[in-house]
């Protein structure tokens, strides 16, 4: 199943001579534990003459390393025969692998439990006692396995405005960045122009800094009705002055 947002995880981890097994699961709205993710991993070398606490906690590790996009987002329960935490953290000097893996877990919530107060540890013992045979190592590998939260970015907000009155022309807009920053600018016309004139070349302006600064999402907001209908190929455009700005603004709209 997919995992619920907002409930705490339970981790069973096991060890055998020869491997390290960790079950994921989770209580859903009816108290029934469902399972979530299964991975195992073969001892090789050195590992194989870790002590059982040492290979509980390599288990953990293991755990943490593959499955760290389902950790950083829940508490972790952790059930196991015994207590790799407190056996971390009763040395004195941590040194060599010990210090790493303390480094490595420092960053995730995991709570160790009492074995005895989880009902659905006998699915536990049965992944244990009878492990896959298989002649081929189990591929545990994924695409973007450190891609831990994906989320929609929040756009870009694009304000222009531009006017004609008798002390002159100008244009202005204001941007403003997903996390809320406010950028304003302020240009004053050299020639004659149209009020619909000046609103184009505040947006035109406006859209050049934006493309240099490789914003791709923009929501844009003006007064002009005018020219935010043409922009949307709501209006056509008959003005043989606008037509100009008009081609330069759906050139721009490719880069969004």
């Known amino acids: 199943m997919t995992p619920i947002p907002g409930y705490p995880l ?28 299964y991975i195992n991993r073969t001892l090789v070398g050195c590992e194989l003459n870790y002590s059982p606490m040492e ?31 407190k056996y971390l953290l009763s040395k004195t000097t941590l040194i060599g692998r010990m210090a790493k893996w303390v480094m490595l877990l420092s960053k995730f919530d995991i709570q160790y439990v009492d074995r005895k107060s989880i009902k ?26 450190y891609v831990c939260i994906v989320s929609a970015q929040r ?16 244009t202005g ?5 997903p996390q ?30 934006t493309i240099q600064w490789n914003i791709s999402n923009l929501l844009v ?5 005018p020219i935010i209908r043409q922009t949307n190929d709501e209006y056509q455009t008959k003005d043989d002055k606008l037509l100009p700005y008009k081609r330069m603004v759906d050139d721009f709209k490719s880069n969004f």
Do not use: M
């Open 10 to 37: 339970i981790l069973y981890i096991f060890i055998t001579t020869i491997a390290v097994e960790a079950l994921l699961e989770q209580l859903d709205d009816e108290g029934k534990e469902r399972a979530i993710y």
């Open 55 to 85: 290979k509980a906690c390599l288990a953990v590790i293991f755990y943490s390393q593959k499955l760290q996009h389902y950790k950083l987002s829940h508490t972790v329960k952790l059930i196991c025969k015994i207590d790799p935490f």
């Open 120 to 145: 659905g540890l006998v699915i536990a013992d049965q992944l244990e006692e009878t492990p896959l045979l298989d002649a081929y190592p189990l591929i545990t590998e994924f695409p973007n396995e």
């Open 155 to 170: 756009p870009w907000k694009l304000f222009f405005d531009g006017s004609h009155t008798q002390r002159g022309i100008g």
């Open 173 to 177: 807009f204001l941007i403003v960045t």
């Open 180 to 209: 809320g920053d406010l950028i304003p600018k302020s240009f004053k016309q050299a020639f004659p122009c149209t009020n619909n004139i000046a609103e184009y070349e505040a947006f035109i302006i406006s859209l050049k800094i």
């Open 221 to 225: 907001y003006g007064d002009s009705q």
